[in-house]
């Protein structure tokens, strides 16, 4: 049983020296890390043949992989079903093609609804997609509601732990600086991952709690809306959250969750910083008497 930590993405110095994604399996592995997110934010642009060879050049690495699917889905919005169906379907066609496990997707903005009205609206639109996905000779693939980190937005922990109760194909991505800003700052330290972390496992049950996604990333925050944007470990400026009591909290339940670190340029670096806090604590909980 052990954490993944890898990149969301290329980061800046991995792209300074490559101009394709097509390297990125290779240059991860030899970097010490273990997974890779690929990001189809702004749209699934990739093709078939590139899509294959990618999941090639990973399973080659040891690398695994995931997508984060497009940021356009709103599962909150009645009228936005057909797209939404759209964007995750050819992002989990995609997974198909690379081999990739996740699909990461957003929950959506409230859009002036009562988080209750849009939480059940996402569901409705959620067991509708995984109709769609299972039609389509998809439904193997796991998509990961994602925890999101503006108030406004659907997608706190609870909201998102109630959308994966679905059907346990669903597996949560929680994004611990997108709940350490909507929180505007409390959700951070020992006591509270402790707490999140209980709380996935009550109302998922041991297995999908143990294996669960994650984003990870110093976060800046405003005091009226949450999530401003993505800092690196180097900034000097507070941001939170911090790493070291999360990592300690996962190596004592001996879970194995999967960490895509989102910093801004240094994913990678950070991912590996990251990574190596996280076995220096294995190594000291497994060099106890």
């Known amino acids: 049983m052990s954490a993944k930590f890898g990149p969301a993405g290329n980061c800046d110095s991995f792209s300074k020296a490559h101009k394709s994604s097509l390297a990125a399996p290779k240059w991860i592995a030899d970097f010490g890390l273990d997974c890779y997110e690929y990001q189809c934010g702004k749209g699934v642009h990739v093709g078939k043949d590139t899509a294959i060879e990618i999941g090639e050049n990973a ?6 992989l995931s997508i984060h699917a497009p940021y356009f889905i709103n599962l909150a919005n009645p009228d936005s079903i057909m797209k939404n169906n759209g964007y995750v379907l050819t992002s989990c066609a995609l997974a198909e093609w690379m081999g990739a496990s996740r699909v990461v997707v957003h929950t959506g903005a409230l859009m002036g609804r009562s988080r209750r009205e849009a939480l059940d ?5 959620m067991s509708a997609l995984l109709s769609v996905l299972d039609n389509a000779g998809l439904g193997h693939i796991t998509l990961c509601p994602e925890t999101m980190g503006k108030i406004n937005q659907l997608g706190d922990l609870d909201e998102v732990l109630e959308l994966c109760t679905l059907d346990e194909r669903l597996v949560p ?15 951070d ?10 709380r996935v496992e009550a109302v998922l049950g041991s297995d999908r709690a143990s294996t669960f996604h994650s984003h990870f990333s110093h976060i800046e925050f405003t005091p009226k809306g949450g999530e401003k944007c993505h800092r690196t470990f180097d ?16 190596a004592r339940r001996g879970w194995s ?16 910083t990251m990574k190596r806090i996280y076995q220096k604590l294995v190594e000291e909980r497994e060099a106890q008497p």
Not at 173 to 187: K, N, T
């Open 121 to 125: 609206i996402a569901k409705r639109g």
């Open 235 to 250: 900034d000097d400026g507070g941001y939170g959250p911090d790493w070291a009591p999360l990592a300690a909290e996962v």
């Open 257 to 272: 969750p999967t960490f895509i670190c989102e910093s801004a340029g240094t994913q990678a670096e950070d991912a590996l």
């Open 173 to 187: 991505c929680i994004d611990f600086g997108h709940l350490y800003a909507r929180s505007l700052g409390a959700d």
């Open 189 to 198: 330290g020992r006591p509270a991952f402790c707490r999140m972390l209980d």
């Open 59 to 64: 399973r080659a690495a040891g690398i695994g």
